[in-house]
């Protein structure tokens, strides 16, 4: 079965760093692209980021986009998400997402969440 295990979360202080980590099993980790989804408290849902697996092209929401960086280790079948410069605004469950592949939108497994608390 599909497992989505994401790590690394935790509290971190304005401005700081946290790389967070999510581990595939399941299927072809290089057939689909990964994405990263996180929900602050009170909100809705908010993608962040994706990753094409076998060729690591990245595609970044405007509200991340030259402050995280996402990317794959595909011999390890997991994906990352180095985030810097971290802001109050980014507290939040962050989710790793398997996307639907080919040209389909959307995600049909999601992990459990990592809670990440940005607060001095």
């Known amino acids: 079965e599909v497992q989505l295990v994401e790590s690394g979360g935790g509290l971190v202080q304005p401005g700081g760093s946290l790389r967070l980590s999510c581990a595939a099993s399941g299927f072809t980790f290089v057939d689909y692209a990964m994405s990263w989804v996180r929900q602050a408290p009170g909100k809705g849902l908010e993608w962040m980021s994706s990753i094409y697996t076998h060729i690591s092209n990245p595609y970044y929401a405007d509200s991340v986009k030259g402050r995280f960086t996402i990317s794959t280790d595909n011999a390890k079948n997991t994906v990352y998400l180095q985030m810097n410069s971290l802001k109050s605004e980014d507290t939040a469950v962050y989710y790793c997402?398997?996307?639907?592949?080919?040209?389909?939108?959307?995600?049909?497994?999601w992990g459990k969440g990592t809670l990440v608390t940005v607060s001095s």
């Open positions: 997402a398997k996307d639907l592949g080919g040209d389909s939108k959307g995600w049909d497994y």
